[in-house]
């Protein structure tokens, strides 16, 4: 039965927190008569994101809180009222979101999309989710963002993700790593500017916004004074390392150990906030499909 307390992992103390609210695969036992519900639960995480977490936090320190309750139970990167209608039609403000909201009411199986429940929730059965899984989860990394700021000054927070790459982007030999900040709004532009050109200057191909801009942690928690919050998407193909990538000099490990190296930089460094943006890398606009990992161009 999944833990209805998040787990908090520590390392050395530093100014890094890591997120993962997509690292789950569980669904608890009083809804896994939804089979529709279990069998993408078990596909739609970020592959290779449990190897990565337990990494940097040995390589780098820091924090790491993660749930192991699948994102398709709640989704922890959504705010708690973005409740869809066609998931409770009867939720006070509930409309229907072009990402699911923070219960998905659809997701892609077997290359179909497909309702996940035969029949809407009730308000009970919403409310039930959002208190015993989305709220701890909310309430642990608040109280880890604070007591980072009381420690050190200041704390990087990041939300760890894993994605395949565009096709554009998709090199055998170089991973490609995504930086999201919502155009600058989430992260002084020193920060993000420090983050992409130690990536690069590794060999890294680093593509900055637009693609994936970062969602309810990155947005709600870079408000508390002295948070700064990135979240990466780390190119799946290499954590999940695939035999054509096998005999390549980068692999998971030195993808991984250049990130932590480059955090390790800039983690201590004093910064403010800027309200200048930051640089951007020009890209169509995009939405991404939390349920079913789907892009399209908006």
């Keep these: 039965m999944p833990d209805c307390e998040p787990t908090i992992l520590s390392g050395a103390s530093c100014s890094v927190l890591f997120e993962s609210p997509h690292l789950g695969r569980e669904v608890p036992p009083e809804l896994q008569h939804h089979l529709r519900l279990m069998d ?53 403000g509930a409309r229907v979101y072009k990402d699911g909201g923070v219960i998905v009411p659809f997701a892609e199986i077997g290359g179909v999309k497909e309702r996940l429940y035969d029949a809407p929730l009730t308000e009970t059965e919403v409310e039930y989710r959002l208190e015993t899984y989305w709220r701890p989860y909310h309430e642990r990394l608040r109280e880890m963002a604070n007591s980072a700021v009381a420690a050190h000054g200041q704390a990087l927070l990041i939300s760890l993700h894993s994605a395949y790459p565009w096709k554009e982007h998709q090199r055998e030999d170089q991973p490609a790593i995504y930086l999201g900040t919502r155009n600058g709004e ?82 201590f460094t004093a910064r403010r906030r800027s309200s200048a943006p930051a640089r951007r890398i020009h890209s169509p606009r995009v939405y991404v499909d939390p349920a079913t990992g789907d892009v399209f161009p908006v």
């Design 40 to 92: 993408a639960a078990a596909q739609r995480l970020d592959g290779g994101i449990d190897f990565a977490g337990h990494y940097l936090l040995d390589a780098l320190g820091g924090r790491w809180i993660y749930f192991s309750v699948s994102r398709l139970v709640v989704d922890l990167n959504r705010g708690a009222s973005r409740v869809d209608s066609r998931i409770c039609p009867q939720w006070p």
């Design 186 to 267: 989430t992260c002084a532009a020193a920060v993000l500017s420090a983050l992409r050109n130690g990536l690069e200057e590794k060999g890294f191909l680093v593509i900055a916004e637009n693609y994936y801009q970062g969602a309810y942690t990155t947005q709600t928690y870079s408000e508390i004074e002295g948070v700064d919050a990135i979240q990466i998407e780390l190119d799946r193909r290499f954590l999940l390392q695939e035999p054509m990538l096998d005999a390549g000099f980068l692999n998971r490990e030195t993808m991984l150990q250049a990130l932590a190296s480059v955090l390790k930089t800039i983690s």
